[in-house]
């Protein structure tokens, strides 16, 4: 059995193998082939066995696991676990290369909802994929830069004297390039992907780079009770998922376990391997009459189904005491939090929440529950998105975290630890 310390020490190796959501499938990928999980392609016909291991992956930044049990699927359906793969942050353009005064810049465009002054002075670097030209066809390649070799520095506080009572404001066209050499000789970043690809530049059609934080993932506290990475939000759900989905508890039991997580959740989700896409409906029907299930055992299955949303949530930080509703305060290292809003940007409904407390006493868990301030907007998950789409039960849930959406965010060791047990316990 593994400590927690050593359990969310995993994690940021995790985390640090994928610094972009292209990275965080392929990252998942070996650890599901590692278990002897099977590949199924969507462009192929699948004849899918009782007691299989299997996953798909759409466009390379989705993917959906799932085990298929010997129950009767109709009548116990589906356990599901929802989260997604991508971090708001930095995109490079698709004409990025810029240079004035001798000092070459790159254009980026914003993704998401980005913390924008916490990505600079950090060491940055570029990571996802390309695609390229390969004797008359086009292949996609993975592509991760190890060196740090791009910066958005601060201006000096002499410039910006009042940086510390109005905060930092970048203006997200003109002030947030990033410097990427002095040398009058442009530096083209098509040629630098070459370079690092042992390819030709011209073979270079299009790419998808996200500018991520090169410094590892790291416990820190008194007594390493916390830790901070890059992208907690929401490759630390997950983890915890894929943690549960790989435990021998969930390989040995009869389920049907399904973890499900997508790309584009941070900028709505409203795409073809988004989770308000078609991808998790098409993968559960092909599932279904895969093992030859009717029209009505499949509606039969998605009634009796019940899925967990998994997403970070908001812990008390004392020093903004007025940000939090003072009775819905949650706490880091005690526990997952059930997140409830009455107009359902969050899934949660009482008797969805009613069997994930249940899940926790089982397993020994403590639970917290949060409102958001009444009089501030609330987030939302892919938890409403796929429950109104499919009809299944869902809660939504998550870790308590500081700092969502800055490059460098961070947990509590033990609610790592504590929601993989949760997991673990809905799978076996
Ligand atoms: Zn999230």
Not at 1 to 10: I, V
Not at 53 to 73: C, H, P, Q
Not at 396 to 401: A, K, Q, R, S
Request: aromatic share 8%.
């Amino acid at each position: 059995m593994q400590t927690a310390q050593q359990h969310a020490q995993a994690l940021l190796q995790y985390i640090d193998a994928s610094p972009s959501p292209w990275h965080a499938v392929h990252t998942s990928e070996k650890m599901l082939n590692n278990k002897g999980f099977i590949e199924l392609l969507e462009g192929d016909a699948w004849s899918l066995k009782q007691s299989g291991r299997y996953y798909v992956k759409r466009d390379d930044s989705s993917i959906i696991a799932f085990t298929t049990g010997t129950n009767d699927l109709a009548q116990e359906g589906f356990r599901l676990i929802g989260a997604h793969t991508d971090s708001p942050g930095l995109r490079v353009k698709p004409k990025p290369d810029q240079q004035q005064n001798g000092i070459n810049r790159l254009g980026v465009e914003v993704y998401g909802g980005p913390i924008l002054a916490t990505f600079t002075d950090r060491d940055l670097s570029l990571a996802g994929r390309i695609h390229i030209e390969q004797n008359g066809s086009f292949i996609s390649k993975l592509v991760r830069f190890k060196k740090p070799f791009l910066r958005l520095p601060n201006l000096a506080i002499h410039m910006n004297s009042k940086v510390n009572t109005d905060g930092l404001k970048l203006n997200k066209q003109t002030e947030l390039p990033l410097l990427l050499s002095v040398d009058h000789k442009q530096t083209s970043l098509a040629d630098l992907l070459a370079t690092e690809l042992s390819i030709d530049a011209t073979a270079i059609i299009a790419w998808e780079l996200h500018a991520y934080d090169t410094q590892a993932g790291a416990l820190y506290g008194l007594n390493d009770e916390f830790y901070a990475n890059s992208q907690l939000d929401n490759l630390a759900s997950c983890h915890a998922g894929l943690s549960a989905l790989l435990s021998d508890q969930s390989l040995n039991s009869q389920q049907f376990n399904v973890c499900a997580f997508f790309d584009h959740e941070e900028i709505g989700s409203n795409s073809h391997k988004g989770a308000d896409g078609s991808f998790l409906p098409d993968v559960l029907e092909r599932i279904s009459s895969s093992l030859n299930l009717s029209a009505e055992s499949y509606k039969r299955t998605l009634s009796n189904s019940f899925m967990i949303s998994a997403d970070m949530a908001h812990a008390y930080q004392p020093n903004f005491p007025n940000a939090y509703e003072p009775d819905h305060k949650v706490f880091v290292n005690q526990g997952p939090v059930i997140k409830v809003n009455a107009n359902i940007r969050y899934a949660s409904n009482s008797a969805s929440q009613a069997r994930f407390i249940q899940l926790c006493d089982q397993s020994n868990v403590p639970y917290q529950q949060y409102s958001h301030r009444t009089d501030i907007g609330c987030g939302s998950t892919i938890g409403p998105m796929t429950s109104a789409q499919l009809g299944i039960q869902t809660v939504d849930v998550g870790c308590p975290m500081w700092a969502m959406h800055s490059i460098r965010e961070s947990a509590g060791v033990i609610d790592h630890d504590y929601m993989t047990r949760v997991f673990t316990q809905f799978f076996s």
